[in-house]
């Protein structure tokens, strides 16, 4: 049967992991009507993504969430290399990162935990997970979406929504109704994930990896001491694809001469990784974000991280179109920031899945004879580190080549995220302070000009001038130039003769006004 009750939504997210949460928190934030649906009864409890990157802290420090989840999760303050059973090379976070975010480290912090908080902070802001909740199909209808909701109850809901966002996952519903292509493919190995308790000399707050011959071992440290996320390979037996498998399954040689003593196994769960980006992000007034959108091998830690991204990409852009403070054409943009950046992650994992995992002769000579050479000559140099932290932390990320992104000024493009400076400036612990508005800004590091001052006056642009100091250089600012920011955090205009004609030609070319015009809460 259909229930003809319905209840109607700015934007309908399909799917209740990170990426939607994260899009579902935000466009709250920014004051859009959420419904939030997913298939299942509760969230996952046999989490595979730990990594928090420092990007995405940043994120979370937009909308006060970055505090508790560091407080929840381990601070992985170094990373160790191990190949044949010796310790290769160790790398130590807070100096590859200190500089260049508040977060000079990655956090460890599972999946369903982290699920778990993002569901509560949503709910304070009254809006419920409809759990069991199914999306059947929709079609587009001119200037909204009616989508067909299968309730717990088996009635089918009609709801109808100005835009839909896609973050059901790799067997996405919203994508395959779209018929949008999801080329790649699937690795050949098996990997396993357990929740262990145990001792030893890499149960040590700190995330090891183990590279063998024919083996893989990552260990991640968890909150409680003592307790430590475990991801490894599991080695075919005869070239047999091996499933439901148990801990008593993987071969222990590996936790052996990285000296795991495991004492208890809390779950234990195997899964395949594919490798594969959509064709298209985007479709009339339905949105790919997250595993529906891209699917990369779990090195690095990005795939999570990626998918909030794009989630908050997309947030600040639909509440503008939403409350008509930019033109629909400001949606555009976010198929070309994103999926630039998923082909770029899913060719750099590959390449580094392949190295690690491959049984060819080239590879394990490399893995084996190579790498522990290399490694310590790498971390040995202050350059490289950085470059180590700002790749992994995705502090790197720019979008130099949108449509959205203008200018330079000192080493800083139209597209960049905004440099981080350390406080205190002007009364603030650091710059990243004013970007907790979600809106708009200029900022501008050394002295405004009066015909600054005016314009932002004038388009009610909050302005922000921080007094010049040395290491604002050092970051790669420009003493007196004007950066036009936008509510995520990255550069929009770049300007280094701080010409106001230039931002006023920016927004009207694209019709933006702010949330503070538009008297938006915060």
Same mark, same amino acid.
């Given at each position: 049967?259909?229930?003809?009750?319905?209840?109607?939504?700015?934007?309908?997210?399909?799917?209740?992991?990170?990426?939607?949460?994260?899009?579902?928190?935000?466009?709250?934030?920014?004051?859009?009507?959420?419904?939030?649906?997913?298939?299942?009864?509760?969230?996952?409890?046999?989490?595979?993504?730990?990594?928090?990157?420092a990007r995405?802290?940043?994120?979370?420090?937009?909308?006060?969430?970055?505090?508790?989840?560091v407080?929840?999760?381990?601070?992985?303050?170094?990373?160790?290399?191990?190949?044949?059973?010796?310790?290769?090379?160790?790398?130590?976070?807070?100096?590859?990162?200190?500089?260049?975010?508040?977060?000079?480290?990655a956090l460890?912090?599972?999946?369903?935990e982290?699920?778990?908080?993002?569901?509560?902070?949503?709910?304070?802001?009254?809006?419920?997970?409809?759990?069991?909740? &199914?999306?059947?199909?929709?079609?587009?209808?001119?200037?909204?979406?009616?989508?067909?909701?299968?309730k717990?109850?088996?009635?089918?809901?009609?709801?109808?929504?100005?835009?839909?966002?896609?973050?059901?996952?790799?067997?996405?519903?919203?994508?395959?109704?779209?018929?949008?292509?999801?080329?790649?493919?699937?690795?050949?190995?098996?990997?396993?994930?357990?929740?262990?308790?145990g001792?030893?000399?890499?149960?040590?707050? &700190?995330?090891?990896?183990?590279?063998?011959?024919?083996?893989?071992?990552?260990v991640?440290p968890?909150?409680?001491?003592?307790?430590?996320?475990?991801?490894?390979?599991?080695r075919?037996?005869?070239?047999?694809?091996?499933?439901?498998?148990?801990?008593?399954?993987?071969?222990k040689?590996?936790?052996?001469?990285?000296?795991?003593?495991?004492?208890?196994?809390?779950?234990?769960?195997?899964?395949?990784?594919?490798?594969?980006?959509?064709?298209?992000?985007?479709k009339?007034?339905?949105?790919?974000?997250?595993?529906?959108?891209?699917?990369?091998?779990?090195?690095?830690?990005?795939?999570?991280?990626?998918?909030?991204?794009?989630a908050?990409?997309?947030?600040?852009k639909?509440?503008?179109?939403?409350q008509?403070?930019?033109?629909?054409?400001?949606?555009?943009?976010?198929?070309?920031?994103?999926?630039?950046?998923?082909?770029?992650?899913?060719?750099?994992?590959?390449?580094?899945?392949?190295?690690?995992?491959?049984?060819?002769?080239?590879?394990?000579?490399?893995?084996?004879?190579?790498?522990?050479?290399?490694?310590?000559?790498v971390?040995?140099?202050?350059?490289?580190?950085r470059?180590?932290?700002?790749?992994?932390?995705?502090?790197?990320?720019?979008?130099?080549?949108?449509?959205?992104?203008e200018?330079?000024?000192?080493?800083?493009?139209?597209?960049?995220?905004?440099?981080?400076?350390n406080?205190?400036?002007?009364?603030?612990?650091?710059?990243?302070?004013?970007?907790?508005?979600?809106?708009?800004?200029?900022?501008?590091?050394?002295?405004?000009?009066?015909?600054?001052?005016?314009?932002?006056?004038?388009?009610?642009?909050?302005?922000?001038?921080?007094?010049?100091?040395?290491?604002?250089?050092?970051?790669?600012?420009?003493?007196?130039?004007?950066y036009?920011?936008?509510?995520?955090?990255?550069?929009?205009?770049?300007n280094?003769?701080?010409?106001?004609?230039?931002?006023?030609?920016?927004?009207?070319?694209?019709?933006?006004?702010?949330?503070?015009?538009?008297?938006?809460?915060?």
């Open positions: 049967m259909t229930d003809s009750s319905s209840r109607n939504a700015d934007v309908l997210i399909v799917g209740a992991g990170p990426t939607g949460l994260v899009l579902a928190l935000w466009l709250t934030r920014l004051g859009a009507r959420v419904r939030i649906i997913d298939k299942t009864a509760e969230p996952g409890t046999a989490s595979r993504a730990l990594a928090v990157q995405t802290l940043e994120f979370y420090r937009q909308i006060g969430l970055a505090d508790a989840i407080e929840r999760g381990r601070k992985a303050v170094a990373a160790n290399l191990w190949v044949a059973g010796k310790r290769a090379a160790q790398g130590f976070f807070g100096e590859m990162g200190e500089e260049i975010s508040p977060f000079p480290y460890v912090f599972p999946q369903d982290h699920e778990r908080l993002l569901i509560s902070s949503l709910k304070r802001l009254g809006v419920e997970v409809e759990r069991r909740t &199914e999306l059947m199909g929709f079609e587009e209808a001119g200037d909204y979406i009616l989508a067909n909701l299968k717990p109850d088996g009635m089918v809901e009609a709801c109808r929504t100005t835009w839909l966002a896609g973050c059901d996952g790799a067997h996405s519903t919203v994508r395959e109704t779209l018929k949008i292509g999801f080329p790649g493919g699937e690795y050949d190995h098996l990997f396993y994930v357990a929740d262990v308790k001792s030893g000399e890499v149960m040590n707050n &700190e995330v090891h990896v183990g590279l063998d011959a024919s083996e893989f071992l990552a991640f968890l909150k409680d001491p003592g307790h430590a996320r475990l991801v490894g390979t599991v075919d037996e005869g070239g047999q694809r091996r499933e439901n498998l148990s801990w008593n399954d993987v071969s040689r590996v936790l052996e001469w990285m000296d795991v003593k495991v004492e208890s196994v809390n779950w234990f769960s195997t899964y395949r990784v594919h490798h594969r980006v959509a064709d298209r992000f985007r009339g007034r339905a949105f790919l974000l997250g595993d529906a959108a891209h699917i990369h091998s779990p090195v690095g830690g990005q795939g999570m991280n990626t998918g909030i991204g794009d908050v990409n997309l947030a600040w639909l509440a503008a179109v939403l008509w403070r930019a033109h629909e054409s400001l949606l555009n943009t976010y198929e070309p920031e994103r999926i630039a950046f998923a082909r770029r992650l899913l060719a750099t994992t590959d390449r580094a899945f392949v190295g690690v995992t491959s049984s060819t002769m080239i590879a394990r000579f490399l893995r084996l004879k190579v790498v522990p050479r290399l490694m310590p000559l971390f040995a140099f202050a350059a490289v580190r470059l180590m932290f700002r790749t992994l932390s995705q502090t790197a990320i720019n979008y130099r080549g949108s449509s959205l992104s200018g330079r000024a000192g080493a800083v493009h139209g597209g960049d995220r905004l440099p981080w400076v406080g205190p400036l002007d009364g603030c612990r650091d710059n990243f302070v004013p970007l907790e508005s979600l809106d708009w800004q200029i900022h501008v590091y050394g002295s405004a000009s009066p015909e600054v001052k005016t314009i932002c006056a004038e388009r009610k642009l909050p302005l922000h001038v921080f007094p010049w100091r040395p290491d604002m250089g050092r970051a790669g600012l420009r003493q007196n130039a004007l036009l920011v936008r509510p995520d955090g990255y550069v929009a205009l770049a280094a003769a701080g010409n106001t004609k230039a931002v006023a030609a920016y927004l009207d070319a694209r019709t933006i006004t702010t949330r503070t015009s538009c008297a938006i809460p915060a």
